[in-house]
């Protein structure tokens, strides 16, 4: 089967491959039929054992390389699509892939290396985007600015015509194809990043002038909004580990993340293994990698920690309200379930991922219908992993809902389950005694 029928066969059905894999490595012609994701273990099985037959066929390797990937088996997945490149080196197909996994395994510095050699052999807009996403999640922002601002002229219509067209609200009309929106909304956060507030502002409201009503583009506006006119109370943190920045924010006697971390270490996802949400809403956790994963100098907060910050923020029932973003949040029962943000917190509905508890039903842990499933409740709730523990089973986490002002505290997190972290910063910062995980 020929590269492209197998890419038509796959694609589409896949979660992982949503606006940052299509710009990534695809035309939307590419993502023509559904797949049928219950089967690929089947699949797997029938790879391989043509594979063992016929050890070297590219397409296969591709194949079931995709199959790995589609089941978060990165370092499988790597070794397949590897395969498939050491039979035909210029398979940009196969290099742009492995190249995603690269940076869904925190390995930007190979994933650079791909797109760059897919950008030799097939230069276009959507590698420079890709690239643009590995510089960014490395934490080096002028280069992702300079390729997502190639992306932009690598089109027909250069920067200029484009927010002419923006500004005369004619822009939805000329430009059907997403890759507009995300890469002026990947460049505004490469320039928040870098607290060019103006810059990041300019590029979040052309994307909302193709996209008004997209909730993470204006939550990321607000962002920026309020970092430049709150400036004293922010700061940038980097993680040595990765390279990546951090907003943090001065809350009362304490200082916090302004942001859900987003560091890769092994076990953790992507909400629906989608590598934007990590850019949105961070990493999910197990309790277990949750207590060491916060870089030297922060930790995952207890009970007691969380407490003083609700008592700041005026109580429990009240605090929910205050800390929540003032976006992206969904409504309940026609009451907005949006916050205010009176602090900077900017917490977000990061949902959570169920998938590694070892029995099937998830009885109890879904309160609407529009949560179900093993990733749940993105949008609906926030879900924060305590180092507070119930019993060796269990340990507490922070939810906060989209129909009440208030903070809960869930005693009855089960340790397997994958929540969000926001680290607070020690009071003796610099120890180094603390355990925390390295750069893997």
């Known amino acids: 089967m020929r590269?492209?029928?197998?890419?038509?066969?796959?694609?589409?059905?896949?979660?992982v491959l949503a606006a940052f894999i299509t710009l990534a490595c695809f035309t939307q012609a590419d993502l023509a039929a559904l797949y049928d994701q219950d089967n690929d273990d089947r699949a797997i099985e029938e790879i391989s054992a043509a594979i063992k037959a016929k050890p070297y066929d590219q397409d296969a390797l591709f194949y079931r390389g995709i199959l790995y990937y589609g089941k978060s088996d990165y370092d499988r997945a790597i070794e397949d699509f590897s395969a498939a490149i050491k039979i035909k080196p210029d398979d940009h197909y196969a290099l742009c892939m492995r190249g995603l996994v690269y940076v869904f395994k925190g390995n930007y510095d190979r994933a650079i290396e791909d797109f760059s050699t897919v950008l030799k052999i097939k230069p276009d807009h959507r590698a420079l985007y890709a690239r643009g996403n590995a510089y960014a999640e490395k934490g080096n922002y002028d280069q992702a600015i300079e390729d997502f601002s190639?992306?932009?002229?690598?089109?027909?219509?250069?920067?200029?015509?484009?927010?002419r067209r923006v500004y005369t609200r004619y822009l939805g009309l000329y430009f059907k194809n997403v890759a507009w929106v995300d890469i002026l909304y990947r460049r505004g956060y490469a320039y928040y990043k870098k607290g060019n507030y103006d810059k990041?502002?300019?590029?979040?409201n052309a994307a909302i002038m193709i996209k008004p009503d997209d909730q993470d583009i204006l939550n990321s506006r607000e962002l920026a909004y309020y970092a430049k006119a709150n400036s004293e109370l922010f700061s940038d943190f980097t993680d040595n580990r990765d390279g990546k920045k951090y907003?943090?924010?001065?809350?009362?006697?304490?200082?916090?993340?302004a942001e859900n971390l987003n560091y890769y270490a092994s076990g953790s996802k992507c909400y629906n293994n989608n590598l934007v949400n990590c850019q949105k809403y961070g990493r999910l956790y197990d309790w277990n990698t949750a207590m060491k994963v916060c870089p030297i100098g922060w930790h995952l907060p207890s009970k007691e920690e969380w407490q003083i910050l609700t008592?700041?923020?005026?109580?429990?029932?009240?605090?929910?309200?205050?800390?929540?973003a003032k976006n992206v949040w969904d409504d309940y029962e026609g009451n907005s379930g949006k916050g205010t943000n009176d602090y900077g917190f900017f917490a977000l509905p990061g949902g959570f991922d169920s998938s590694n508890l070892s029995f099937n039903s998830t009885t109890g842990l879904y309160r609407h219908s529009n949560c179900s499933g093993y990733f749940s409740c993105v949008g609906d709730d926030g879900n924060w992993w305590l180092s507070s523990e119930s019993n060796s089973h269990n340990a507490y986490h922070i939810l906060i809902l989209p129909e009440d002002d208030?903070?809960?505290?869930?005693?009855?997190?089960?340790?397997?389950?994958?929540?969000?972290?926001?680290?607070?910063?020690?009071?003796?910062?610099?120890?180094?005694?603390?355990?925390?995980i390295k750069e893997e």
């Open 200 to 204: 990041a502002i300019e590029d979040y």
């Open 311 to 324: 008592h700041f923020a005026g109580g429990d029932e009240v605090a929910g309200k205050k800390l929540k």
């Open 150 to 163: 190639a992306a932009v002229k690598t089109k027909p219509d250069d920067i200029d015509t484009l927010y």
């Open 3 to 15: 590269k492209k029928a197998l890419i038509k066969s796959l694609f589409f059905g896949i979660p």
């Open 247 to 257: 907003k943090t924010v001065v809350i009362g006697t304490q200082t916090w993340m």
């Open 406 to 436: 208030g903070v809960h505290y869930a005693p009855n997190g089960i340790k397997d389950i994958l929540f969000s972290v926001r680290c607070l910063q020690d009071l003796n910062f610099g120890d180094k005694s603390i355990t925390t």
